[in-house]
């Protein structure tokens, strides 16, 4: 990330290098302009078998190569921690502590130090210390059982809404308010954002309307899990799909008009005894013509109409080209940073380093002076990016 650019711009984040959301949370910050130094291990990158050059989750950092097994690792860690505005981690409760960086003395070194740790179940809980991933964090809170379609069982939604809706963003949202914090106090503290946690949170207003009995635990049977026909997907005539969101009700009167459907013969909308034969109504509408033919038609109304895409024709939608939805970072294509300021706007994206490219420059930034770098090398306790494999 271009320096000075960014409204996070002269923050100090070390991020050790892990899977999934505590990535996600560090790139969300480089992108908005952090200095982020993301510490891999000594034999390669973060384990999970992805080409550095690919591993989008690492971009706009600086990468360092550091055995914190070894007495001088840890204590060259120690001191660019001495000098950051915050640390992140993705481990287990409990690693981080027998490493030899417990947030209490990491906090007695630096008191102002904010330490985002990215958990599944959060640091304390009987599950804490369990093995789990995105499809079990979801699975605790409800989210889950409520996405698929009618008798059909729960269907994961990727690992969008329990490792980077849940884990990364609300990682990344607790290391910022922290860090505004900190400024006016001069204390830092422990950001403990836990997956099960930011996913039972997404789905705040979801409780709101099952309260008011707006919302069934049924699945593809609500408004907004595939139940309601003017809420829905709908294949066309090629196989392609397109979406229809017509839940006001000027929306929906739209969309009735531009599909040449009488309103009187579908019926009323609000009652959901009607709904399947509504849907067979619709399903017959659309399969009538292509999804383009679709998009031409409806893209620029009000009936709340979008293709489906895949993620290979994303970035050629016309909407998506013209606000730069998409970047191209050394050949690969991949989402921009979001949001944008009208200020203080984020710099050009960097490609994803490899790890241990800038082991002497960031130590020497951190003021380790070309002896003391030398010795580290010679001793094993950092690595280049050719070193160590």
């Not at 996600?24 to 078998?49: H, N, P, Q």
């Not at 740790?117 to 964090?137: E, K, V």
């Not at 490792?163 to 308010?177: E, K, S």
């Not at 016309?318 to 939805?325: A, E, I, L, T």
Request: net charge negative; aromatic share 6%.
């Amino acid at each position: 990330m271009s320096s000075g650019k960014g409204p996070l711009s002269g923050v100090r984040i070390i991020e050790l290098a892990g899977l999934g959301p505590a990535p996600f949370g560090a790139m969300l910050l480089a992108d908005m302009g952090a200095e982020v130094i993301r510490i891999d291990r000594m034999g390669g990158g973060s384990g999970i078998g992805v080409d550095p050059k690919f591993d989008v989750l690492a971009r706009n950092r600086k990468n360092v190569r550091l055995d914190l097994k070894h007495p001088d690792g840890k204590q060259a860690l120690m001191r660019m921690i001495e000098q950051a505005d915050g640390l992140i981690e993705g481990f287990r409760p409990g690693v981080l502590e027998r490493l030899g960086f417990a947030p209490d003395d990491l906090l007695a070194r630096n008191p102002r130090l904010v330490i985002g740790r990215m958990t599944g179940w959060g640091q304390d809980g009987p599950l804490a210390l369990t093995a789990g991933h995105d499809i079990n964090y979801i699975a605790l809170t409800g989210a889950l059982f409520s996405i698929g379609s009618k008798n059909g069982p729960p269907v994961p939604p990727l690992n969008l809404v329990g490792d980077f809706g849940g884990g990364g963003l609300i990682l990344a949202f607790g290391m910022v308010c922290a860090l505004l914090e900190a400024r006016g106090s001069g204390r830092g503290q422990v950001v403990d954002a836990a997956m099960v946690d930011g996913a039972a949170l997404l789905m705040a207003g979801v409780h709101g309307m099952l309260a008011q009995g707006m919302f069934q635990e049924k699945r593809g049977e609500t408004i907004l899990n595939g139940g309601a026909p003017f809420y829905a997907v709908y294949e066309c005539a090629d196989g392609e799909y397109v979406t229809i969101g017509s839940l006001e009700p000027q929306f929906f009167a739209e969309l009735m008009a531009r599909l040449e459907i009488d309103a009187e013969v579908f019926g009323n909308r609000n009652d959901p005894r009607l709904w399947p034969e509504q849907r067979v109504i619709m399903e017959n509408v659309f399969k009538s013509r292509t999804r383009d033919e679709w998009t031409t038609l409806l893209q620029d109304t009000d009936v709340c109409f979008a293709p489906v895409l895949r993620m290979t024709e994303a970035p050629s939608h016309p909407h998506n080209k013209d606000r730069g939805v998409y970047v191209d970072i050394g050949g690969v294509s991949q989402p921009a940073p979001a949001p944008r300021f009208s200020r203080t706007q984020a710099g050009t994206c960097e490609a994803p380093a490899m790890p241990g490219a800038h082991t002497d420059e960031v130590l020497a930034n951190y003021g380790f002076a070309a002896e003391e770098i030398e010795h580290l090398h010679a001793g094993n306790a950092i690595a280049g990016p050719e070193e160590g494999k």
